[in-house]
């Protein structure tokens, strides 16, 4: 056995710490309905979540009577490059069922405001730290097909092309100041209010907080090709001319 270093008293402390955790509210106990709804969001952005902590909200669905297999739904969330570590506002029962399954038992939290941190642009293999102010990203080079940049907890600003087969995505608003003729995700985790600005519009595909479009659904002849903002209205998409 290994011995402890001399002036060390104790091989490890505790201390306390904080961490954000990113909520899942759970609106039904169907696993097949949410399997295939997690499928159908994430299809365009398979890496959205890259092994994020994330708690799951029981509390709308604590009256249901149907039984929740929370084995099954920790597999499926794990599926999806989550990881599921916590839940809270269930039933006794689905509680029991949570922590059977691993998670722990979290009171309810308060939404705690964005982190001000540097944030990374990633392009496939190449990682570049941009530091810049508050949760914003700035990418300002061409982006080709097959690249993908995403902003996390944040806005997305592009300076320069979006090219056929690219991808932009942010947690918050979409800004290219340039042709966009990729796909584009604003609001990538659900804020409704996210908005996509473009001097240019004509993408393969838009999306605003799971609602999208697709280029086979051809853009009226005032938005295409020209400036243009997108917006969320319920559940469909407003699409807007800029006049500059």
Do not use: W
């Not at 029962?93 to 405001?113: H, I, K, R, T």
């Not at 090219?163 to 340039?178: F, K, P, Q, T, W």
């Not at 604003?186 to 999306?207: H, K, Q, V, Y």
Request: overall charge negative; charged content about 20%.
């Amino acid at each position: 056995m290994a011995a402890v270093s001399a002036g060390v008293t104790s091989p490890f402390d505790l201390r306390s710490a904080s961490l954000t955790l990113l909520a899942l509210l759970l609106k039904t106990t169907d696993l097949e309905l949410l399997t295939a709804e997690l499928t159908q969001r994430l299809a365009d952005t398979p890496e959205l979540f890259n092994q994020e902590p994330v708690m799951v909200d029981l509390a709308a669905v604590r009256d249901d009577p149907s039984p929740l297999d929370m084995h099954a739904l920790v597999a499926l969330l794990r599926r999806h490059r989550m990881l599921p570590v916590a839940a809270r506002g269930g039933s006794p029962a689905q509680m029991e069922a949570a922590v059977a399954a691993g998670l722990g038992d979290s009171p309810d939290a308060v939404s705690m405001a964005p982190r001000t941190e540097n944030v990374r642009e990633v392009v496939r293999e190449v990682v570049r730290e941009v530091p810049v102010g508050g949760t914003a990203l700035l990418v300002d080079k061409p982006l080709r097909s097959g690249q993908q940049v995403y902003s996390r907890g944040g806005d997305l600003v592009v300076l320069a092309q979006v090219n056929c087969g690219a991808e932009v995505i942010a947690d918050g608003s979409v800004h290219v100041y340039a042709p966009l003729r990729g796909k584009v995700v604003a609001g990538a985790r659900g804020d409704t209010a996210a908005r996509i600005f473009t001097t240019c519009l004509e993408p393969e595909l838009i999306s605003i907080a799971g609602t999208y479009r697709t280029a086979e659904n051809p853009l009226p002849p005032d938005v295409l090709g020209k400036p243009a903002m997108v917006r969320l209205e319920g559940e469909k998409l407003v699409i807007e001319p800029i006049k500059i």
